[in-house]
């Protein structure tokens, strides 16, 4: 948990590569969080166990593993709300450099040659429609 919060404190650069670096560094986490969870599971289960055929845990013991469950919890919605964060941030740098080398010129040949290829005429698309031939769409 600390090493999710000195992250998040570190504000991220509007670079690309230090977005895509926090990226990766949060599916490591993702990972190791996801192989932890079978033993948060166990430790649960094994409290949950213990309080129906042993001794009653005590209030101290089912407060720490409230706790645990709580805050694992949390660490994951944290990480899920990062992720969502950083893909975002890595989406706009993404659109704005599109946008910085957009060239119309380029764009207006693509779209023609495009157009080319999937030149359907507006009457063709209607002619599709007219399921019953008589030249009205119904």
Same mark, same amino acid.
């Given at each position: ?35 932890? #969870? ?38 994951? #919605? ?8 950083? #893909? ?29 290829? #999937? ?20």
């Amino acid at each position: 948990k600390q090493w999710y919060q000195r992250r998040v404190a570190i504000t991220a650069g509007d670079d690309y590569e230090t977005i895509s670096e926090q990226i990766q560094e949060l599916l490591q986490l993702s990972y190791f969080m996801a192989d932890q #969870n079978t033993a948060v599971e166990q430790v649960c289960t094994l409290g949950a166990i213990r309080e129906e055929t042993g001794p009653a845990l005590s209030d101290d013991e089912n407060a720490r593993y409230k706790e645990m469950k709580d805050r694992y919890k949390e660490l994951w #919605n944290k990480i899920g709300a990062r992720q969502d964060e950083l #893909n975002a941030r890595q989406e706009a740098l993404e659109a704005e450099d599109d946008l910085a080398s957009f060239d119309i010129t380029e764009w207006k040949k693509r779209f023609l040659r495009w157009m080319d290829g #999937n030149h359907e005429r507006i009457i063709d698309l209607f002619r599709k429609f007219d399921v019953n031939k008589d030249g009205t769409l119904s």
